[in-house]
């Protein structure tokens, strides 16, 4: 149902767009309520600013609309007066900075995208203030043109254009929202057929690299740096690396995530990076549950901390402290794959087994079974492979 506009609430409604009357749009957010007068030609949709509810009420805003629908029916153009809106409807703190907006539209974005990692907001937040805000961060909103957003990005395109390629990304999305809004008529952060024309592709100038993944073969002698796993980052290496998962879903693993009578690992949808709503389900192989029964139950998490969960970022330094190589911890997810691909492994099962979709979405939409039972021999099958020079398999002793 939609909300009705009236002079009693027009100045208490909740964030949101609405409709007042014909062509008359009333949008709130964040600190801001605007009136917008909404309109369309030769199929293209312009937005003028009517002005902020500070200066105008209701009433005001209804006749105005009224007023620029008379000029509309009488052929009169209303792009010619937006140069007289940009200097004389709004006084300057009737709209908003560029940094303030943008402050606000982050805090949406997080919202509406549902940021379940804290450091993504974080680490944005960081990169404006060091790139982008000390360039354009004090322009009103209403004024940003292609060649501000070129001045945040051409001084680190080449140079750090990973950051380059997130900050942009960002950009279109808030400048999105400066569009709905009214304050802009185009979104100059878009790339295709805008700022392509002004930058170089992204592989034409970065490098990928890979995470550093160790072969299996330097894996089977290394593995003996972890054993016997008596203490919780020999642990927890061992652990990831047979199950071939990322540190961060092994890290905050719970006792209760585990079924001992049929050996299965489910980790939380909270956890999974593809942001799927249900368990992701590891079968666990002989090995990996001689990790967990050699460790004591002292807290809720099963690699506790004195008691707290365990950070995963330290872990990669330890463990090319330990093996004295340049390896990764998240490499091991492409030593497995490269065992599976070298094994013949269903290639569907094997990218199950380290939590990747298969196939385009008609596929996935067809293949729902997560393949437990098929995915248990491999799991097994690479225990075995990891601890191929062990004694028997086993993570005793180190030969």
């Known amino acids: 149902m939609k909300?009705?506009?009236?002079?009693?609430?027009y100045l208490t409604l909740p964030e949101g767009f609405y409709t007042v009357a014909p062509n008359l749009v009333y949008i709130v957010r964040g600190n801001t309520r605007r009136f917008v007068f909404r309109y369309m030609i030769g199929g293209k949709r312009y937005d003028k600013a009517i002005g902020p509810a500070s200066r105008i009420d209701l009433t005001q805003a209804k006749n105005m609309a009224k007023e620029l629908l008379g000029k509309?029916?009488?052929g009169e153009s209303l792009l010619a007066t937006r140069k007289e809106r940009l200097e004389q409807d709004y006084k300057e703190n009737d709209t908003p900075t560029f940094k303030k907006f943008s402050?606000?539209?982050?805090?949406k974005i997080k919202e509406v995208k549902c940021w379940r990692n804290e450091k993504t907001y974080s680490n944005m937040v960081k990169y404006f203030d060091t790139y982008?805000?000390?360039v354009v961060g004090n322009k009103r909103i209403d004024e940003i043109k292609r060649e501000d957003i070129l001045a945040v990005?051409?001084?680190?395109w080449t140079t750090k254009n990973e950051t380059a390629q997130k900050i942009r990304t960002r950009l279109e999305n808030i400048l999105s929202y400066a569009v709905n809004d009214g304050y802009l008529e185009f979104n100059c952060a878009l790339w295709k057929g805008n700022l392509d024309q002004y930058l170089p592709p992204s592989s034409k100038?970065?490098?990928v690299k890979h995470y550093t993944?160790?072969?299996l073969k330097e894996l089977q002698e290394k593995v003996s740096c972890f054993l016997p796993t008596n203490n919780r980052t020999r642990q927890i290496i061992v652990f990831t690396i047979l199950t071939a998962c990322r540190v961060g879903e092994t890290t905050g693993a719970k006792w209760s995530e585990f079924d001992f009578e049929n050996n299965i690992w489910s980790i939380p949808p909270e956890r999974r990076k593809d942001g799927k709503p249900y368990p992701h389900r590891v079968p666990l192989s002989r090995q990996a549950l001689e990790v967990l029964n050699s460790i004591e139950r002292t807290s809720e998490y099963v690699f506790a901390i004195n008691g707290e969960k365990g950070s995963k970022y330290s872990l990669t330094t330890m463990f090319k402290r330990m093996t004295g190589t340049n390896a990764t911890m998240h490499g091991f997810r492409s030593t497995f794959r490269d065992w599976a691909a070298e094994n013949e492994i269903n290639d569907s099962a094997a990218e199950?087994?380290?939590?990747?979709?298969?196939g385009n979405a008609v596929v996935q939409a067809y293949q729902r079974s997560d393949l437990l039972e098929l995915r248990r021999p491999i799991m097994q099958a690479w225990a075995d492979a990891v601890f191929a020079l062990q004694p028997g398999g086993k993570l005793g002793e180190p030969v």
């Open 205 to 207: 100038v970065r490098t």
């Open 72 to 74: 509309l029916a009488s």
């Open 3 to 9: 909300t009705k506009v009236t002079l009693k609430n």
């Open 213 to 215: 993944a160790m072969p």
């Open 103 to 107: 402050e606000q539209t982050l805090e």
């Open 132 to 134: 982008v805000y000390p």
């Open 153 to 156: 990005l051409q001084p680190i």
């Open 352 to 358: 199950k087994c380290v939590m990747h979709s298969v």
